[in-house]
């Protein structure tokens, strides 16, 4: 029997994917994904690896795995939309025996247990539209196997400070209880805010961006509807996930990336998983040398020579991929707009041309607090 949220309101995520995939579905995307993926596992094939993917939604991520080599795949969704959509992707890749659609919901305990044991756990923009966030990230790790990763992504709520989670909630709220013209103008207005008026005060083409935009081989206003349906909704911080990972679990965080709105998590038992300790072990910890120069707030400044070709700019404000470790633990929250750094603190950290900004993870200062700060170049 599936469990499901008790809401008077819930975005029907099925028929979205549905549509996605009827208009935009060609090889390029499932490329994307399978980019994506391959990138954040750290690997070039799942041979031998079973991979259970929990919301499937369009069923794409599931087809990257397959053409990733998976040995076995299972895809469920709670949305009968989603499941269908998902044959359909099954379909077209020759209905292969390997690969098992279900309906399903993560909250279902039994349901999780009588699932057979996977090597990677993938779960991206889902859990947190459960109306049980925490329980369904617990539920989520049931199939693992004891060397398995966990792969989830969720929500920020240190992304979403201007405007924060409680504006969110109550403008998807409205979305739901409109007709569709209604959505399309709220989707426009989502579009102006957020995208087109300030890329136009950038001084970059914002049409250039919407059409460019392709993450995970996800299209623009697909996203956007997602976004502005999706609900209920649960947002948690970098801090509460990995903690909840470590202590819930007993699980170490192996990779992270601090996206605009979700940020992934990859999480293993280091002491099983040989493959992530070797890459955990050859990574190379540079300690920080302070004093640190205050910026105001909770933000620190220091120098960084000679990495300035890997630093975001103005014209690429996403390419660092330095991580920022506090007493030997990943702070986290990357790629974070300086102001937020200020403000906010609790982590974020922003890798901008020859300097490094900062806050500590309780916002007191670095250069008194008696903790080790140290980068790694390439995380």
Not at 92 to 117: C, H, I
Request: with cysteine.
């Amino acid at each position: 029997m599936m469990t499901e949220l008790k809401s008077e309101v819930r975005y029907g995520f099925g028929k979205n994917w549905a549509e996605f995939i009827e208009k935009n579905f060609n090889d390029e995307i499932v490329e994307a994904s399978r980019a994506h993926l391959a990138q954040f596992l750290r690997v070039s094939t799942l041979k031998n690896l079973a991979f259970l993917d929990i919301g499937c939604g369009s069923g794409l991520h599931s087809l990257a795995a397959y053409r990733m080599g998976a040995r076995q795949i299972i895809s469920f969704d709670y949305d009968r939309d989603s499941v269908e959509t998902t044959e359909r992707v099954r379909d077209y890749a020759g209905n292969p025996s390997n690969w098992t659609v279900m309906q399903g919901s993560v909250l279902d305990r039994k349901f999780m247990e009588r699932l057979p044991p996977a090597d990677i756990i993938y779960s991206w923009g889902v859990l947190h539209h459960t109306g049980e966030m925490w329980n369904a990230v617990r539920n989520a790790a049931i199939p693992m196997k004891p060397d398995g990763t966990f792969y989830i992504s969720l929500y920020s709520s240190d992304n979403y400070v201007d405007p924060p989670p409680e504006y969110w909630i109550k403008v998807k709220r409205k979305y739901n209880a409109v007709g569709t013209i209604g959505r399309r103008l709220k989707e426009w207005q989502y579009a102006m805010r957020f995208s087109i008026l300030p890329e136009l005060k950038a001084g970059r083409n914002p049409l250039a961006i919407i059409r460019q935009y392709g993450s995970r081989g996800m299209k623009y206003w697909t996203d956007v509807k997602d976004w502005l349906g999706g609900y209920p909704i649960e947002f948690a911080s970098f801090q509460e996930t990995r903690d909840f990972g470590e202590r819930e679990l007993g699980l170490d965080l192996v990779n992270v990336i601090t996206g605009e709105g979700c940020t992934e998590y990859l999480f293993c038992r280091l002491a099983r998983n040989q493959y992530w300790q070797s890459i955990v072990e050859h990574r190379t910890l540079t300690p920080l040398r302070g004093p640190y120069i205050a910026r105001g707030g909770a933000s620190y400044a220091v120098s960084l020579p000679g990495l300035e070709h890997m630093a975001d700019s103005d014209a690429h404000p996403r390419h660092s991929t330095l991580m920022l470790y506090e007493d030997g633990r990943i702070l986290g929250i990357a790629h974070s707009v300086h102001d937020h750094i200020r403000r906010y603190g609790s982590g974020r950290f922003s890798h901008w041309n020859t300097s490094l900004y900062f806050s500590a993870s309780d916002n007191s200062d670095p250069n008194t607090n008696g903790r080790r700060y140290c980068y790694c170049e390439r995380f």
